[in-house]
């Protein structure tokens, strides 16, 4: 894990602790400049959010760098890696927050002066959860969530004489309702199957289980709750439900738009993208609905981190309260661009009570809502992008080589033990 030094440790400990005594006592520069590292649409957040800025710091430069998600992530994991060209606010999705807190490399925003452990009842509990280590440090605050849900084509459903509860009550029957739209529509079920398995190992997590590996460093890809999921993508791909399609890439959106692919098992942010890029002319097709099998499970969401290395420690926490406890805040990026607030506060405002015209005027965002108030909260490893990665390539075995699926998670288990293993020395 990354030091935190410019030129030595110890001159940096120095320089910091400086650099935040001035800040802390008010003293900014007039040439100060706050340099704020996001990706698409967080960046176009935080740019929106400059007029509020001024209004207090009207000297203050705000410098937004952004990248595209996986550039963003991989020019983070650079920067902390060498202690260089770090930005003061670095803006992490959830899946990164545990690497980039690994070694110690981002502020301990739990504890003074920073204090965000005073304000946890005011954000959704499994999000908060999110942002702290399994040592209790609050490295990362939520700004944003993807509660799962299952997004589908009300028109392919009506035309294949299936029902929302069809898709809904149970993972089987998921299945079952895609056969009947394959025959009836030629779409297929979900882009790809490894989509159910994302969703289903990220639902129903007991406290302290973790997604892959417990708060004991116990892994867990062998349980039940794999075992189904393994299962569930199998039987996906034997009856060639799927497209085989992966996310993001152009065949992804042309399916949205053409209509060869019925659901699409998500965050409820890809509600967003669908009406803002990816498929608007589908408006008014699209309904959404709850996981099926009374499954509630996170999908993703975008935190505020603080390097160490940051040179405008006090100017970074300013704006990063504005854009995580401010609810006006919260409120105008879940307008503009779908960014479902993780400040409990937000969640009382009528804006969730309006129809949404590009789901057929349904009120999604209060079934999203009850959602995200279900949704355990789970402990965050630093394991767990090797482990997403570990448990993808066995799932790839299992359905392009028929490898059987109790061998593949017995070998993933092997192999994410051994780096534990490796880890605790």
């Not at 981190?305 to 879940?334: G, R, V």
């Not at 009120?363 to 108030?373: H, I, P, V």
Request: glycine share 8%.
């Amino acid at each position: 894990m990354p030091k935190a030094s410019y030129l030595n440790r110890a001159f940096a400990k120095c320089l910091v602790a400086s650099c935040v005594g001035l800040a802390w006592a008010g003293a900014v520069s007039a040439q100060q400049t706050l340099t704020v590292a996001a990706y698409p649409a967080v960046d176009e957040i935080a740019k929106s959010a400059m007029a509020t800025w001024k209004k207090k710091h009207p000297t203050v430069e705000v410098k937004v760098i952004s990248r595209a998600f996986a550039d963003h992530h991989t020019a983070m994991t650079t920067a902390l890696s060498t202690s260089s060209n770090l930005p003061d606010v670095m803006v992490v999705e959830y899946g990164y927050v545990a690497r980039f807190a690994e070694g110690g490399g981002l502020e301990n925003l739990g504890i003074a002066p920073y204090n965000i452990a005073a304000q946890k009842a005011r954000f959704v509990p499994y999000a908060f959860r999110q942002g702290t280590t399994q040592g209790g440090a609050v490295v990362a605050v939520p700004s944003d969530i993807g509660p799962g849900t299952l997004l589908y084509r009300d028109d392919l459903l009506k035309k294949a004489g299936v029902k929302e509860a069809d898709l809904t009550q149970s993972w089987d029957g998921f299945v079952a309702a895609g056969v009947k739209i394959k025959a009836s529509t030629g779409a297929y079920l979900v882009a790809h199957a490894r989509d159910v398995k994302d969703i289903v190992i990220r639902s129903n997590i007991k406290p302290g289980e973790g997604l892959y590996i417990d708060n004991s460093g116990r892994v867990l890809v062998d349980s039940p709750r794999f075992v189904r999921a393994f299962e569930l993508a199998k039987k996906v791909r034997e009856q060639k439900l799927d497209g085989k399609i992966n996310a993001w890439s152009n065949e992804w959106s042309e399916g949205f738009k053409r209509g060869t692919i019925a659901t699409q098992l998500s965050g409820a942010w890809l509600a967003g993208h669908l009406n803002n890029w990816l498929a608007p002319a589908t408006k008014g097709l699209w309904r959404a609905a709850q996981l099926p099998e009374g499954a509630y499970g996170s999908w993703g969401g975008s935190f505020y981190t603080i390097p160490k290395a940051s040179k405008n420690k006090a100017l970074a926490w300013e704006f990063i309260q504005m854009m995580t406890l401010n609810p006006e805040m919260q409120l105008s990026a879940f307008k503009s661009q779908d960014a479902f607030p993780a400040l409990l506060d937000v969640h009382k405002d009528a804006f969730f009570d309006q129809p949404i015209e590009f789901l057929g005027g349904q009120k999604a965002r209060l079934l999203w809502r009850d959602a995200a108030n279900k949704i355990t909260a789970v402990d965050v490893h630093k394991l767990d992008p090797v482990a997403d990665e570990i448990v993808g390539t066995e799932l790839d075995k299992v359905l392009d080589q028929g490898k059987d699926i109790k061998a593949a998670l017995a070998d993933a288990k092997a192999l994410l033990e051994r780096r534990v293993a490796r880890m605790g020395r």
